[in-house]
């Protein structure tokens, strides 16, 4: 299924912009993943015999990320000597609406803090104080946080991103962040 299944293999050479923008277009309207099992005869996938609903598609955001790495793979391919240019620049990035973030009220996070307070884990407050009042990442921040970052005397926490430490964060930088 898609614009590109009569050729199963094409040559990376041969992907043209309009072949790409061909798919993207197709991913707009189509999930990718794993077909549905087979019903058993006489039964239908869904409960009360009622056939599922074809899949809504996936979000501008979705085909905004497929493109980027459809970018950076023909980039590395161009660079190799697969091919002799990117075509997929040429495509035109999807709209995207601006994301609102989420930020909860004082209230709110106070609530949050009693609920994990209850949790059978017992960073998960020291967790979520962290990410509150540090503003930091969870995953490429927080969770790699050791003793020797924090600074008790003058307050500050040192959020380190260094691929000789295991990790590096979002943007690449090390930062000063006040407690």
């Known amino acids: 299924e898609g614009p590109f299944a009569r050729v199963p293999d094409p040559w990376v050479d041969d992907l043209i912009t309009a072949g790409w923008t061909r798919y ?3 991913r ?10 087979k019903a058993k005869p006489g039964r239908s996938r869904a409960r009360g015999g009622v056939t599922p609903k074809k899949s809504r598609g996936v979000s501008a955001r979705t085909v905004q990320k497929d493109r980027a790495v459809a970018n950076r793979l023909m980039t590395w391919a161009r660079k190799q ?15 995207v609406q601006e994301r609102t973030p989420v930020i909860l009220s004082e209230g709110q996070f106070e609530a949050l803090l009693k609920a994990a ?21 969870s995953e490429s921040e927080v969770l790699w946080l050791r003793w ?20 590096t964060t979002k943007t690449g930088r090390s930062r000063h962040v006040p407690m």
């Open 24 to 26: 993207l277009t197709w």
């Open 28 to 37: 707009r309207h189509h999930r990718l993943g794993r077909p549905l099992p």
């Open 81 to 95: 000597g697969y091919c002799s240019s990117n075509p997929i620049l040429d495509t035109d990035p999807p709209e």
């Open 117 to 137: 307070k209850k949790s059978r884990h017992p960073m998960l407050r020291t967790y979520l104080l962290c990410l509150n009042e540090l503003g930091a990442r």
């Open 148 to 167: 020797e970052d924090l600074d008790l005397e003058d307050g500050f926490v040192e959020i380190w991103s260094d691929p000789n430490r295991g990790h």
